[in-house]
């Protein structure tokens, strides 16, 4: 099965910073990640799909890098409304896996 | 308007059955896959299985921890994708949610993930 090894698992950070979560897989996955935000008793949410595709609608400080093995999530102007918990999901190989998360918390 | 919208959730002991719904609207169903997902109070969000659209065949994947006990169907007349669960364990307590998929033989993922229910919760205790 494939692993999904995402870092850091929390972070704390300030509005307007740069951040940026990684997450590895065990093999290679080509482009078949996706990142997630969930924000607390809500469902999750698809900021970037293909592994650097944006979804409709997500503001454009969110970017998405990487394939094989090494994928990043950008965030690059943090907002209040983006301290959430973020996940990659790999979609590549059944069974699918997500990392273990990030929460990103207000500095 | 596009939307998921499950239902089916509760309380269960141990060892008893529970059928999640999750209704679809906004779009053509039949040509979607459809996943389910889960999340454990406090924890970390888990695949839980997968159904393929019609076209592919509307066969099943899933995860390890459910396989044998969980069951993944669709109502094609209704536009619903069931999640069939027998056997419950405490482990299985959390809020379940599903998504629309696209099925991996198109090799294709723009709509996979894009759109998800606001999850059910399923608590498995005595």
């Known amino acids: 099965d494939i692993q999904m090894t995402q870092s850091p698992s929390s972070l704390s950070a300030s509005v307007g910073d740069r951040v940026t979560i990684t997450c590895q897989a065990s093999?290679?996955?080509?482009?078949?990640l996706g990142w997630f935000q969930q924000k607390p008793g809500k469902a999750p949410k698809r900021l970037i799909f293909?592994?650097?595709s944006l979804q409709s609608g997500v503001p454009s400080r969110f970017s998405g890098s990487g394939s094989g093995t090494e994928f990043t999530l950008t965030i690059s102007s943090l907002q209040p409304e983006d301290f959430a918990t973020y996940y990659c999901?790999?979609?590549?190989?059944?069974?699918?896996?997500f990392g273990q998360g990030t929460t990103v918390e207000i500095k | 308007e596009v939307q998921l919208v499950e239902s089916g959730g509760g309380l269960v002991q141990p060892g008893r059955s529970l059928r999640l719904a999750c209704r679809t609207s906004?779009?053509?169903?039949?040509?979607?896959?459809m996943s389910w997902f889960r999340q454990a109070p406090g924890k970390g969000l888990e695949w839980v299985g997968f159904?393929?659209?019609?076209?592919?065949?509307?066969?099943?994947e899933y995860a390890a921890s459910v396989k044998g006990r969980f069951s993944i169907s669709r109502d094609e007349s209704e536009s619903i994708a069931y999640l069939e669960m027998s056997g419950l364990k405490t482990d299985d307590t959390g809020v379940y949610y599903c998504?629309?998929?696209?099925?991996?033989?198109?090799?294709?993922?723009?709509?996979?993930?894009?759109?998800w229910g606001q999850g059910t919760m399923v608590t498995v205790s005595s």
């Open positions: 906004g779009f053509i169903f039949g040509t979607y896959a």
């Open positions: 999901l790999q979609h590549h190989f059944f069974p699918w896996a």
């Open positions: 159904v393929r659209s019609t076209v592919y065949g509307g066969t099943t």
């Open positions: 293909a592994a650097s």
């Open positions: 093999q290679d996955i080509r482009s078949d």
């Open positions: 998504s629309r998929g696209q099925d991996p033989a198109t090799g294709i993922w723009s709509d996979a993930f894009d759109i």
